[in-house]
């Protein structure tokens, strides 16, 4: 679970988000709990399938650029 401002060596599955901001303006304001990850995308438990390099996202009133994520999960939490 998400706790710390250092997002690249977090767990992100579990964490309930907003996005504050995104190309496709349509998104902003969505909010969800992410129930999977990928290399590009975000699941949410509402359906939505969000690019993480196209959005930015608020976690515990910690906002993250999601070009800082655009990795393997397993991976981003190893370095």
Known sequence: MFKSKNAKKEELIG???E????????????KGK????TK???????GKK???????????????DGKQLASRPEDRIKK
Not at 50 to 64: D, M, P, R
């Open 15 to 17: 964490s309930k988000i």
């Open 19 to 30: 996005v504050v901001n995104a190309d496709n303006k349509s998104l902003i304001g969505i």
């Open 34 to 37: 992410i129930i999977d990850e």
């Open 40 to 46: 590009n995308m975000l699941i949410l438990d509402t």
């Open 50 to 64: 969000l690019i993480k390099t196209q959005v930015k996202i608020k976690i515990n009133e910690i906002t993250i």
